[in-house]
């Protein structure tokens, strides 16, 4: 009995061991192959380490000016700081003031806002945003994208700060207004370091979200190739023609456009893993 | 008695207030102001546009611009093939990915939930393709399966294939890549909430049964199914609601091809109406007319769900 518990523990281990190699196996052999020549990514894609490991793929892209890995670098921080930034800082005040403020329609408001996670017209709304946005002057570029995130009604956040702002006693805010606080002092004094937590949490999903994002950075910036965060100049990469002569500039990007994330999940693991269950499954 | 006199503290509390209540309103609105001018601007604005020009005749040139009724309905209806093929393989797509992944994740969470040492570490591993850009995942995934990919060579190593294959010569062999993709990027995000669920499974349960003599299979059927399954429902229908939503990884992989038999809906209209994407000039009151009808589908995909899954929860 022991020893067949003890044959199935192995087991278990083998086929679960064998089922990460599968999972790492993509980024693994990504990072390997941005440290081949481009001859050798087509020539040898089977050996899994580079036989003459090089650095050229990383000083050609910074080097390039097509590809201006740190120019695409700081498009990519500013375009990701900022939303970081103001979604924490909005979400929180809305969630706050949902949990614990009152005004007239304060509840019609919600449910609008929540009706938002059902209806999805997709990419196609992007003409109605142009319409706004050049009148604001801001027109196709990155900082008009910047403006719409900015302002877009994160529920699932605002959901989960209402949560967790319901969860701390209503004292603290009773003992703060005794003091003379007005409602948006509270927050910003007694509330506001106290959601660190779930602001680390949103961030972090923030983080991920608008680092990796895709389809509307690739529509903002098709006027304005300058303006191109870094994974949109690596897929923009495979489109042209030369693909096939890039490839080695494409891998050494995208292990570039890996790495914070990756660095962001080995140090706010919980934080990602809070954020997923919470908001999916108990929101 | 007692309950009358807290009631008179508050009426008390309230009439005190009453004169820093309609400041306090204002602040509270304040709080909301960003979001709320966002709702307005970025999502009320938009819908009511698209579904306005949905009914004209709208090329983004003035003079072009007529009000057409439901001409563009009519015309999806009756004349657009291409956008039903890419609605059927949407529905394709989804049956296989969900199909493949949520089994998957489903086994992977029960075995991850053994209390093994160190399942901490298998289960951030499996969750880290979720982290990583799909865009990037749809230009490591193209590499890979390249014709001169590492897929193609290993496979020719060992023997399997002996010249290499196109991978994105025919749909099957194109929707194969895509899948695979696709489930590596999210399956892990499925295992975390089966391991949520099943980790909210009461323990005494699983001991009263041992108790019992249940088996480890009866155990799994008769207490671990039955108790997750308000949130199996819910897991399922976040994937199947994802996997209807894909599309820029195979804006990406395939950007449609070949000959846009793997588009999915919605990198049909993106290919087809999005700047960037389509054409320079395109008919943006039809782009708009074949989103509000995908919408509509698949909300109504969403309700029959919902109706469906709570029948099955009465048999439960």
Partial sequence: MKREKIFLIIILYVVLTVIVLFTLFPVFYTISGSF?????????????LPIKPTLNNYTTAWKSTDFNIGLLLWNSTYYTLIIVASTILFSSMAGYSFARGYFKGQKLLLTLFSITMFINLGTITVYPFFKILNFLHLGKSLWGLIVVRIFSVGIVNIYLVRGYVNSLPKELDEAAQIDGCGFISIFFKIIAPLLLPIMATIGIL??????????????????NPSQRTLIVAITALKSTGSAASAWNLMLAGSVIAILPVLVAYAVGNRYFISGLTSGALKG | MKSTTISLKNANFIKNTKSINQRSQLSSFLMVLPQTIGFFLFTAYPLFWAIRFALYNYTGVVTDTYFIGLQNFVKIFTVDIKYWSALLNTFLFASLKTGMEIPFALVLAVLLNQGLKGSGFYRSMFYLPNIISIAIIGVIFSNMFGYFGVVNSIFIKYGIISSPIDWFSTKPKAMIVLLLASVWNSFGINVMYFLAALQNVPNELYECAKLDGAGRFTMFHKITVPMIAPVFKIILMLSIIGSLNTNDLILVI???????????????????????????????????????????IFGIITVIYNKLSSKLSDIY
Avoid: R
């Fill in chain 1, 206 to 223: 923030s983080f991920q979200g608008s680092w990796n994002d895709y389809l509307m950075p690739t529509i903002f910036t098709i006027s």
């Fill in chain 2, 254 to 296: 395939t950007g449609g091809g070949p000959a846009g038999k793997t588009h999915t809906v919605l990198s049909f209209i993106v290919k087809n109406f999005v700047p960037g994407f389509a054409d320079a000039k395109v008919n943006i009151g039809y782009g708009c007319a074949t989103a509000v009808l995908t919408a509509i």
């Fill in chain 1, 36 to 48: 081949k020549t481009n001859s050798e990514i087509m020539a040898h894609p089977e050996s899994i």
